[in-house]
C-alpha cells in the first residue's frame, strides 16, 4: 500500500528552537517534540539554501538551486524539469497544500488539489483554520480510496512575530490571526551565542519563540487529524525548517545557524520510533529522491539528490559525511553569492561577494536585534566587530563547529588549521565541478578580485538584481 506522506515546513525557524533539539528555552514545542519521540530526529540535516523560494524549489525539484534554475525569489526559469507533486500525482496521489502557495509552488501554472494560503489561513498564523482544510483534504483522499501528499505550510515564526509591535494588523484580517498557546516575554530566553546578549536581543527572542510556540500549535492540529482519521501507521510525515531564523548570521547566509534544520520523520511502518540518527548527512536535495522511493514512484533523471531510505530503516549508507550548501540573492534581489561545505565538525564557507567595499543587505536588519548590535557596537569593540563581520564579509571562512559552534573564530589564516582548509577546499571544488557550478572558475582564481568583480557581473545579468 502506497504511503500517505504529509511535509510540514515552518518558515524560519532555527533547528535549535525545537526542544527535541536542546533548545534552551523551555516549552517551545510540545507537539514537534512529541514527533520526534514517534520517529527519528536527524543531528546532521541541512536545507540546500537558506532562504524560503529557492530552499522550497530545492525539496520540489531534488536539484541545487543552480541546477533547477530557481535561486532566487522566482519559479523555476527552466521548464520540464520534474517536481515532487507533479510525479506523485501521475502514481495515483491527491496533491494539496496548504501555506506559503506561491513560494512552494516551483511553476506558477502548476495546479494543486487545494491550495488555500495566507489570508485564508489568518495570514498564515491561524492554527485551527489549517486543521479545518487540512481534515477536509484528508477526508476527500480518503473517501476517493487514494493516498495524499499534503504540503502543510506555516508562515510562523517569520516575520513580524508575535507579541511585535508590526503584527498587530493581522488580527483585524478574517479569519484572523491568533494568539499562541503559550507566551514568552524576555526573562524566559537565552540569547544564543550568535548574537549578542542585549535587552533588546532578549526582547525580540521572546517574540520570536511566541511565534514558535505558534508554529508548533499548528503542526499540533495536523497531528491530530490524522489520529482522527486513524492513518498514522501508513503516513509518513516530515518535519522541517526551510531555513533558519531571521536574526544576523543565520538566514540568507552559509552559517551553521543559515542551513541546519530541525529535520524529524515519523512513519511507524519503517522508522524506529524514538530514533537519534547522528551518523548521517541529509540534505535538502535528498527529500524529493527519498519520498519517491518510499512511494513507489518513478525517480527521475537529473536529480543530485540521493534517497536515504536506507537511513530510515535503521541502515548505513556511504556517502554521507558531508553536505554542500550555496546563496544567491535576496528578496530584495540583492546578489551575495556563496558556496560552504560542512562536515560534523568543520565549516569553509567561500564569499566572491566580499571585496571590503560592498555591504551586505537582507531581511535580518529590520527587527530591534541589529539595530541594538550596532548601537551597543558604538562603545564595545566585539560587538563592533561582529556587525563589521556581517556587514563586510571575507572571501573565506572556516569554523570548528565542534569548540566554536557561533561561527565566532574564522580560523582561515591559522596555520594550524591549513591542512583542514585545503581538504575543505578540494571537496567544494570537486562538488562544483561535478554540479557543472557557475562560480567553479572564480573559486580556482579566488584570489583575483578582478574574477570575482567580473562573476559578480555575470550574476547580475543572468538573474537581474544589484
Not at 511553476?107 to 489549517?130: S, T
Not at 530541525?262 to 524514538?274: A, N, S
Not at 533523471?301 to 556517502?319: E, N
Request: glycine residues 8%; proline residues 7%; charged residues 25%.
Amino acid at each position: 500500500m502506497q504511503p500517505n506522506i504529509v511535509l510540514m515546513t515552518a518558515d524560519d525557524m532555527n533547528w535549535d528552537a525545537v526542544g527535541a533539539y536542546g533548545c534552551p528555552v523551555a516549552g517551545t514545542t510540545p507537539n514537534i517534540d512529541a514527533l520526534a519521540e514517534g520517529g527519528v530526529r536527524f543531528e546532521y540535516a541541512h536545507v540546500t539554501i537558506a532562504v524560503c523560494q529557492p530552499s522550497r524549489n530545492v525539496l520540489m525539484s531534488g536539484r541545487y538551486p543552480h541546477r533547477n534554475t530557481g535561486e532566487g525569489f522566482f519559479n523555476l526559469r527552466e521548464k520540464g524539469i520534474p517536481i515532487l507533486p507533479e510525479i506523485l500525482r501521475g502514481a495515483g496521489y491527491d496533491v494539496g497544500i496548504i501555506g506559503k502557495v506561491g513560494h512552494s509552488t516551483p511553476y506558477h501554472e502548476f495546479e494543486w488539489d487545494i491550495c488555500p494560503d495566507m489570508k485564508d489561513l489568518g495570514m498564515g498564523r491561524n492554527p485551527g483554520v489549517y486543521k479545518k482544510h487540512a481534515a477536509a483534504f484528508v477526508e476527500r483522499s480518503r473517501a476517493a480510496g487514494r493516498p495524499f501528499f499534503l504540503m502543510y505550510n506555516s508562515h510562523d515564526p517569520h516575520r513580524p512575530f508575535y507579541g511585535n509591535d508590526k503584527e498587530e494588523w493581522y488580527s483585524s484580517v478574517e479569519p484572523p490571526a491568533v494568539a499562541p498557546s503559550r507566551t514568552f516575554t524576555a526573562d524566559d530566553v537565552v540569547a544564543p551565542g550568535h548574537l549578542a546578549d542585549l535587552a533588546e536581543v532578549r526582547l525580540e527572542l521572546s517574540e520570536y519563540y511566541n511565534s514558535v510556540r505558534r508554529c508548533d500549535d499548528t503542526v499540533g492540529e495536523l497531528l491530530e487529524v490524522l489520529r482522527q482519521n486513524g492513518i498514522e501507521e501508513n503516513t509518513i510525515v516530515i518535519f522541517l525548517s526551510d531555513n533558519g531564523m531571521a536574526f544576523p548570521f543565520a538566514k540568507t547566509n552559509c552559517y551553521l545557524h543559515s542551513t541546519r534544520t530541525p529535520w524529524i520523520m515519523r512513519w511507524p511502518e519503517t522508522i524506529r520510533p524514538g530514533t537519534h540518527e547522528a551518523e548521517h548527512f541529509v540534505s535538502g536535495v535528498d527529500l524529493m529522491p527519498t519520498l519517491l522511493e518510499a512511494a513507489g514512484a518513478p525517480l527521475p533523471d537529473g536529480m543530485d539528490g540521493t534517497s536515504f531510505l536506507p537511513v530510515l530503516r535503521g541502515d548505513s549508507q556511504p556517502g554521507r559525511e558531508m553536505c554542500f550548501t550555496q546563496f544567491h540573492q535576496t528578496a530584495g534581489r540583492r546578489n551575495y553569492p556563496m558556496r560552504c561545505v560542512q562536515t560534523k565538525r568543520f565549516g569553509y564557507i567561500f564569499n566572491p561577494w566580499s571585496n571590503g567595499e560592498r555591504v551586505f543587505k537582507n531581511e535580518s536588519q529590520s527587527g530591534r536585534t541589529f539595530g541594538a548590535m550596532k548601537a551597543a557596537g558604538e562603545s564595545d569593540a566585539t560587538i563592533a566587530e561582529r556587525v563589521k563581520l556581517f556587514l563586510y564579509r571575507v572571501p573565506e571562512e572556516l569554523y570548528d563547529f565542534a569548540s566554536d559552534p557561533n561561527a565566532l573564530v574564522n580560523l582561515v589564516d591559522e596555520g594550524a588549521h591549513a591542512s583542514e582548509l585545503d581538504r575543505l577546499r578540494g571537496a567544494l571544488e570537486a562538488w562544483m565541478e561535478r554540479t557543472g557550478d557557475p562560480a567553479l572558475e572564480t573559486f580556482r582564481d579566488r584570489d583575483s578580485r578582478e574574477a570575482c568583480e567580473r562573476f559578480m557581473r555575470d550574476v547580475a545579468a543572468d538573474m537581474g538584481g544589484e
